[in-house]
């Protein structure tokens, strides 16, 4: 089946420090979307990446879509404490839009 | 709007035993997923409902199975628990939100299940 993967599992920042998570697909994907779970809670959706090459920013995150739409990334400028939690991008099986294979997370440790 | 519901939110169970998990979506919404989560597999799709019927499956046993209602709300039973079901199923209603590729997921607060 389809598999996503995401890098790094695990990173411990600095507040202040940037951050940036990669999630990679074997096959071409129609679009991809971006969750974030705090430590605790459940996923809440961040935003979705449809076109090749997109960019798309929300304050402090910069999210970018692949040219080949095969990857995407999520990068955060100057991370704070509240940015603590797992990043996971999630993309929709071929043919079936609703359904979602979730990467495995990135978790975001931030310290003072 | 009022949020994703589920209930109940904590439960413990023998193995052996059966569980029903419920499901009240967004109003308004007629897709129903759900997930289960662990430490070490992940968010895994366990199935979608839209309009009553299963419109996706995940890769599951048949243990595990759901339904939904004619005002949405979902279920779902998972039979005969083994100790590797204890996880965090979660539920999230969904939006289409770019025709006909994507739909935005809504989760629930999810019911963690222990089983000893």
């Known amino acids: 089946g389809q598999q996503v993967m995401q890098i790094p599992q695990y990173q411990h920042v600095q507040e202040g420090e940037d951050f940036t998570t990669y999630c990679n697909s074997s096959?071409?994907?129609?679009?991809i979307q971006w969750y974030k779970q705090r430590p605790g809670g459940h996923p809440v959706f961040l935003i979705q990446?449809?076109?090749?090459?997109e960019v798309k920013k929300q304050k402090r995150l910069t999210f970018q879509f692949g040219e080949a739409k095969k990857n995407s990334s999520l990068h955060i400028t100057a991370t704070q404490t509240t940015d603590v939690g797992t990043y996971f991008c999630a993309a929709p099986s071929a043919g079936t839009a609703s359904k979602l294979t979730f990467g495995t997370g990135t978790r975001l440790q931030v310290t003072l | 709007k009022a949020g994703v519901t589920q209930t109940p939110r904590y439960l413990i169970k023998t193995r052996g035993q059966q569980v029903t998990l419920s499901c009240s979506p967004i109003s308004g919404h007629r897709s129903v997923s759900w997930y289960q989560q662990t430490p070490g597999q992940g968010l895994q799709f366990l199935f979608e409902?839209?309009?009553?019927?299963?419109?996706n499956k995940g890769n599951f046993p048949g243990r595990f199975s759901g339904r939904q209602f004619s005002n949405s709300r979902s279920e779902m039973n998972v039979s005969t628990l083994e100790l590797g079901d204890s996880a965090l199923y979660l539920c999230?209603?969904?939006?289409?939100?770019?025709?006909?590729?994507?739909?935005?997921?809504?989760f629930g607060p999810g019911t963690r299940l222990t089983v000893t």
């Open positions: 999230a209603s969904s939006v289409m939100i770019a025709y006909p590729q994507a739909y935005e997921q809504y």
């Open positions: 096959t071409t994907l129609s679009n």
């Open positions: 990446l449809v076109k090749s090459g």
């Open positions: 409902y839209f309009s009553e019927t299963q419109r």
